[in-house]
């Protein structure tokens, strides 16, 4: 850790409150208090960074779906369906990031910002299918608009249709391509089109004022800020902090292809509230966040499979520390580097510390975009790999708990992802039952069993934290160790029953967590 790391672990939790809430304001001072001013290009302008690789991995792959953001919503109500179509007009007159396309001049990739048009709602009626393969044909229409690729140069960057599933019963397919769009924005969509909705439909103007900036303002002064002294040093913390990287190996069924090729699943983890509530009440008690929490959790079984005790965890940072960002629509989000060493055995209360500190130490530099630290560190690259970092940890607030519209439904509708940007990539979010969590896994390299074992040693280890957070990492790593013994031993034992006569008693018990009062050895 750097002496900063080590003076913030060491901080009370009142403290690291305070800490946090000047971080906070000190990222919104360090860029200033102008307002980002309106660029001095109409039409063609400068990429930021963060769409400058995504360009440039497109050319490369351009029939690849890996930055598609695909988002489902299930609605239950009657819709105007007319009203619904000018809602997504309005939205798309409102943010330009919307209605840009991507060309070259002069062999420099630029914005080309087109004129508004309306919009023409496509619609696909299901009602006519038997009840019994609806859901399963709307999925798979999810899973094909998810699948189909953007052409950069000519748009349009965002898809829309609507599946008729009955009368008062759709499901609403967004896409849009992650050059002009990150998960906050589908949030400000969503957002957008139930107000627009309700106002069109009672015959009302649109109640939104516009954004005092578009996306390409914020591109070209990012370009203009990024310079100096003060940007030298942020990115001189990272070059410290990034020193000789580590590559995370995870034990894997299958081969590494010698290049990524995206292939993924994703597998889905529900924890209930009670667990919920002992994690927060821990992070309460340490003085971290939620987020933290998991994240420790997340690292300390890395480290249990990988045995590596430097271990790198890539997460998303929304990348909007000013106010006129948080209602716009464009590619904001940075990704930080998260490493924290595991030597020494600590206690997990320990290493929450040392994780607790190294995030916010990265926060402190977080408006360097992870494009100029790739450059910066520069790793061997490895075709077969992602740079700086494989695994993922991501912790979303739910996006679409709050949609509140009067006579309508509204809630997510899940399908199938078939594609993967790291060997894991965890996110999870609270539910109004407890935690949710999705593991996207390169099926290049780990089988759906593998996934499962992963997750099911997850839940154990979240749960003994939470009871025991003075364990030790060895000591939770000789957890799983006999817990998967337990499980070999159940299995053999099924086997030669089924070889004689079955028995019922013969099912795998319940996942028992030792209690507080068990002893465990801290060697």
């Not at 060309?103 to 299901?126: H, K, Y």
């Not at 992870?370 to 490895?382: G, I, M």
Request: proline share 5%; hydrophobic share 40%.
């Amino acid at each position: 850790m750097s002496d900063i790391s080590q003076r913030i672990g060491n901080l009370s939790p009142e403290k690291l409150a305070l800490l946090s809430k000047l971080l906070a304001e000190k990222s919104k001072a360090q860029t200033g208090n102008q307002v980002i001013p309106r660029r001095t290009q109409e039409n063609h302008c400068p990429l930021s960074f963060a769409q400058e690789r995504l360009w440039f991995t497109t050319q490369v792959e351009p029939d690849n779906p890996v930055y598609n953001i695909p988002i489902a919503l299930e609605i239950k109500g009657a819709i105007n369906v007319a009203a619904l179509e000018q809602s997504f007009s309005e939205i798309i007159r409102r943010h330009e990031a919307l209605r840009t396309t991507f060309t070259m001049i002069e062999d420099q990739p630029v914005q080309v910002i087109g004129g508004a048009r309306p919009f023409s709602l496509a619609i696909c009626d299901l009602s006519e299918l038997p009840e019994s393969e609806r859901r399963a044909e709307a999925t798979r229409l999810a899973t094909e608009a998810a699948q189909r690729c953007f052409d950069l140069a000519r748009g349009p960057l965002l898809r829309v249709r609507l599946l008729r599933m009955a009368e008062h019963h759709y499901v609403i397919l967004f896409s849009t391509h992650h050059i002009v769009c990150d998960e906050w924005s589908m949030g400000v969509l969503i957002q957008e089109m139930i107000t627009l909705l309700k106002f069109f439909s009672e015959g009302k103007q649109s109640p939104l004022a516009d954004p005092a900036i578009q996306y390409a303002d914020f591109s070209e002064w990012q370009r203009e800020w990024l310079q100096g002294e003060e940007f030298e040093q942020h990115l001189s913390y990272w070059k410290k902090q990034l020193t000789d990287l580590p590559t995370l190996v995870l034990p894997a069924e299958y081969p590494r292809p010698p290049v990524q090729t995206f292939r993924g699943a994703t597998k889905l983890l529900r924890l209930d509230d009670e667990l919920r509530n002992e994690v927060k009440a821990l992070s309460l008690e340490e003085g971290t966040t939620l987020f933290m929490t998991l994240l420790a959790a997340f690292k300390v079984l890395l480290y249990c499979y990988s045995g590596q005790r430097d271990i790198v965890v890539g997460t998303d940072i929304a990348n909007r520390s000013r106010r006129e960002m948080e209602g716009l629509i464009g590619f904001f989000a940075n990704q930080l580097v998260l490493r924290t060493n595991l030597s020494g055995n600590p206690a997990f209360r320990e290493f929450l510390n040392r994780v607790r500190a190294i995030t916010l130490d990265a926060y402190a530099h977080q408006d360097v975009p992870f494009e100029k630290v790739v450059r910066a560190v520069n790793p061997k690259r490895d075709p077969g790999r992602t740079p700086l970092f494989q695994a993922k940890f991501v912790f979303q607030n739910a996006a679409f708990s709050n949609l509140e519209v009067p006579g309508l439904s509204v809630g997510g509708f899940e399908f199938v992802n078939t594609t993967a940007k790291f060997d894991l990539l965890f996110t999870m979010g609270e539910a109004d039952q407890g935690l949710v969590g999705s593991l996207e896994y390169s099926s290049e390299l780990f089988s759906n069993n593998t996934i499962d074992r992963m997750l099911r040693h997850f839940e154990v280890l979240l749960r003994s934290i939470a009871k025991r957070p003075d364990m030790t990492l060895d000591a939770l790593k000789e957890l799983l160790r006999e817990i998967d013994e337990r499980d070999r031993a159940i299995k053999s034992e099924e086997y030669e029953q089924t070889r004689s006569k079955p028995r019922r008693d013969a099912r795998p018990k319940p996942i028992e967590i030792p209690s507080s009062d068990l002893s465990w050895s801290n060697k």
